[in-house]
T-cell receptor, first 110, second 115 residues
């Protein structure tokens, strides 16, 4: 069965420190993974998708099929990165579906 | 370009009642997905519509149903409301392909409370 796991509910780091938000998935096919972000009082929005291989707001994510992971990384966290982050896996099983992880709240301290 | 809008913002219903939530997709987006987000959880996929046909459904009972209209609007209907249906309901629209792998553009959500 398809599954997306974000093991940390809360991650707290100091400004300027590196940050890594973990995402592990379970999927038998070739995954196309996304990271969505929700800043305070804003709607959920795309941060990045692995297929585009872009770096958005300094964040990158590499798909590791061997470890079935898609961790989100940033070398130097900023206070404005404080938000809720969700990893998402769209897939097809008898129809098109998307599964989201439970989310990780990132808090960047000054 | 207008983003995804949802109405109403908040709604209070009683157990057993029926509710209709509305969504207006971003212009030109012919795929819409609906999600249920309980407090402290990630969005749970309810179903997806592409060109007015359901083309994907999550693990939700048949009392959750939907409609998509040619004018990029859509509805989520929930019959026989239960207390556990209390949640934030999100709709998300995507451009063109009808697959799940397009970027999804989310609305602000409708907060449903069932008493």
């Amino acid at each position: 069965a398809q599954r997306v796991t974000q093991p940390e509910k809360l991650l707290s780091v100091f400004k300027g420190a590196p940050v890594e938000l973990k995402c592990n998935y379970s999927y038998s096919g070739s995954p196309e993974l996304f990271w969505y972000v929700q800043y305070s009082r804003q709607r959920l929005q795309l941060l990045l998708r692995h297929i585009s291989r872009e770096s958005i707001k300094g964040f990158t994510a590499d798909l590791n099929k061997g470890e079935t992971s898609f961790h989100l990384k940033k070398p130097f966290a900023q206070e404005e990165d404080s938000a809720m982050y969700y990893c998402a896996l769209p897939y097809y099983t008898g129809g098109f579906k998307t599964i989201f992880g439970a989310g990780t709240r990132l808090f960047v301290k000054a | 370009e207008t983003g995804v809008t949802q109405s109403p913002t908040h709604l209070i219903k009683t157990r057993g009642q029926q509710v209709t939530l509305r969504c207006s997709s971003q212009s030109g987006h012919n795929t819409v997905s609906w999600y249920q987000q309980a407090l402290g959880q990630g969005p749970q996929f309810i179903f997806q519509y592409y060109r007015e046909e359901e083309n994907g459904r999550g693990n939700f009972p048949p009392r959750f149903s939907g409609l998509q209209f040619p004018n990029y609007s859509s509805e989520l209907n929930v019959n026989a409301l239960e207390l556990d249906d209390s949640a934030l309901y999100l709709c998300a629209s995507s451009p063109t392909s009808g697959r799940a792998t397009d970027t999804q553009y989310f609305g602000p959500g409708t907060r449903l409370t069932v008493l």
